[in-house]
């Protein structure tokens, strides 16, 4: 049985009395620089608090030269469905289109595998090219048209 003036774990590691080592605080006292904790009140503020962090970019990035050669050669083919309402020049959207994507190959040939997006550049490419020959038979249609006065004459009769 133990009296309360031992401890039922053992003696004091510290000894009775014992002072703790300069600049600590008196043992039984909680430590203000224990984790999660600020001397003195002040708030806990996280990392960089206050300051924009820098971007990381990890891993390949996607190329954006070849994400407009991409959208340039569909809007070179959508172009040809507005040509009935209004001429919008496709071929003015398909020629970027396939500049691009050459451009764009050639950066994501250098990068080493850090760019990527070829499978993109080659879809510019590819609806650039259809684009601009899509255009140039609907201009090439309507020339005809017009040359040739239209479908026939309205005022044939049988």
């Known amino acids: 049985m ?3 003036d031992q401890d039922p774990q053992g003696p004091d590691p510290q000894g009775a009395g014992a002072t703790p080592p300069p600049g600590q605080p008196p043992y039984g006292t909680p430590n203000p620089y224990a984790y999660g904790q600020q001397p003195y009140g002040y708030p806990q503020q996280p990392y960089g608090y206050g300051y924009p962090q820098p971007y990381q970019a990890y891993g390949p990035q996607g190329s954006q030269q070849a994400l407009w050669s991409m959208i340039l050669g569909i809007s070179s083919i959508a172009s040809i469905v507005l040509a009935l309402c209004f001429y919008v020049p496709g071929i003015a959207l398909g020629i970027p289109a396939i500049i691009l994507s050459f451009t764009a190959r050639k950066e994501i040939a250098r990068s080493n595998g850090m760019r990527t997006g070829s ?3 080659t879809a510019g490419l590819i609806t650039g090219i ?3 020959v899509l255009n140039v038979l609907v201009i090439a249609f309507f020339i005809t ?3 040739t006065e239209g479908f026939g004459d ?3 009769s049988y």
Do not use: D, E, F, Y
């Open 119 to 121: 499978g993109q550049a």
């Open 145 to 147: 048209l017009i040359a």
């Open 2 to 4: 133990s009296t309360p």
């Open 130 to 132: 259809v684009g601009i």
């Open 154 to 156: 309205p005022s044939w």
